[in-house]
Nanobody, 125 residues
């Protein structure tokens, strides 16, 4: 069992940056590939980024490539999402998720075993 808690969301203006954090507790963090997803009301949960268990491999959605960076610190049981050049289309609830023994190529919600409660990111124009 893994518990995930996100933080770092907020209200920013277009062009600003935010860094989201997700702290994991429970079983060995390094056993899990980690992903970030986002969701807006009325739409399906959307893949944003994923990182392998070691952190050596990363995978991004086309919509965020070049603007967002996923990273992890296994010593701190934490995964991060650095978001730069934010635009209003990035407004959503952002969730982190854990995929036991997975890889960075897993980009579908059913691939993930555990989820955080989400953190709201709102980007004003």
């Amino acid at each position: 069992q893994v518990q995930l808690v996100e933080s770092g969301g907020g209200l920013v203006q277009a062009g600003d940056s935010l860094r989201l954090s997700c702290v994991a507790s429970g079983r060995t963090f390094s056993s899990y590939a980690m992903g970030w997803f986002r969701q807006v009301p009325g739409k399906e949960r959307e893949f944003v980024a994923a990182i392998s268990r070691s952190g050596g491999s990363r995978f991004y959605a086309d919509s965020v490539k070049g603007r967002f960076t996923i990273s992890r610190d296994n010593a701190k049981n934490t995964v991060y999402l650095q978001m730069n050049s934010l635009n209003p289309e990035d407004t959503a609830v952002y969730y982190c998720a854990a995929n036991e023994f997975g890889t960075s190529r897993h980009s579908s919600p059913p691939d993930y075993d555990y989820w955080g409660q989400g953190t709201q990111v709102t980007v004003s124009s």
